[in-house]
């Protein structure tokens, strides 16, 4: 099969569609407008612009002629991540630019290559006129900034994502190098503000000092009072639904070929590893809650010196979930958490900005299985189930929502630098996943719709 041309991926990746940050509105739309033309490219019908005031678009397009074939739901997001700090880059995010077999860029990762990788192999099938399934392609530009739009639109158009059998997804990864990977369980999310509030402005510290609280010192308190320095979450009730991994899970993760300090030093360049004592990095990474401090504001952040007790501080952080944690559940325990760990004379408060429950798949399902011999056969070894310690939350909507499994092809690596300056695809891995998401569609030809 012939190397796909880069061009389109290349067009997409200059488009900076950075869905969290108002004035890239436009951009956003602009990407969105180029995925619909590469869906009607691949020979997809109804092709159309999803659209509701102060969201950003999603991408809808389906091919639904044959008849008692499976229908498919390919899924993918074509929003980024910010790309600061830009200093940390060593070509600018949005030029892409190959460097030795791998091809840097913001989002080429996450998720614009891997999604390109499900849009070139159904239009290799259409084209040559041997598409064996049915296909809707819905892409939203939001998967970065909450998801909302997504979540609305399955929600209240239920009869058009009738009739699916298996979603396909690839905005995960490989465990390894050459190691095919299916993921099949996905942590949940909790996103949110901590903040807190103590005088009723900034004071001076030479006039309150020892007298007035500091907004920024009760903040520290609040986050240390939800996890100390054991890495435990002492939030009471947080891990009451907490379901830990099978045996089997267990057993299988402990063959994984993994070197933990070179993961440690090279991959993540710490100089030690953290978390619950005791307990197994994989099962810490995948299969354990966390709490996450991810940037405070508060008080003088300029150049120079100025010399105020700071009102007010915030704390953005995030929870991830584990099975069978419930997000609404969650939220109400951190709620009662961080308001009683307000010290004397401050008022703190969560405040909810995105959840996405936990997810998982039987690694038995047929269109897992079917995706997994297609994996093994392209790259030459034995398909491997995993779990993420992200969140892809369309995959527990699509589960609860329409009772729907999805199939989730990981062509990405673990240095690929996600959410990270330097972001980067692994060239050879986007050519063979067109070719392997090929072949998983080609095995289809024998299922037949439910």
Sequence with gaps: MPPQDLGPLFALLRIPSI????E????????????ASLLRGAGMEQVELLERPGRHPLVYGEWLHAPGAPTLLFYGHYDVQPPDPLDEWTSPPFE???RGEHLYARGV????GLLLILIHAVERLHAAGTLPVNVKFLIEGEEESGGEHLTEYVRAHPARLAGLDAAIICDTEMFAPEL??????????????IHVEGARQDLHSGVYGGAAPNALHALAQVLTAIKGGDE??????????VKPPTAEEREAWGRLPFDEEAYRETEMGASHLVGEAGIPLFERLWARPTFEVHGVHGGFTGTGAKTVIPARAMAKVSFRLVPDQEPGAIVECIRQA???AAPSGTRAEFRLQHTAPPSSVDSRNPYVQAAARAMTDVFGAETVFTRSGGSIPVVALLNHELQLPSVMMGFGLPDDNLHAPNERLYLPNFQRGIVAVTKFLESLKSFKNK
Excluded: N, Q
């Design 109 to 112: 990762a996450d998720d614009k």
């Design 180 to 193: 095919p990977t299916i993921c099949v369980g996905l942590r949940g999310i909790v996103y949110g503000e």
């Design 24 to 35: 890239y509105a436009g951009s956003v739309r602009e990407c969105a407008e180029m995925i």
């Design 338 to 340: 961080v308001t009683a």
């Design 19 to 22: 869905s969290t940050l108002p």
């Design 232 to 241: 435990i979450i002492r939030i009471p009730g947080f891990h009451d639904a």
């Design 96 to 98: 892409p630019t190959i």
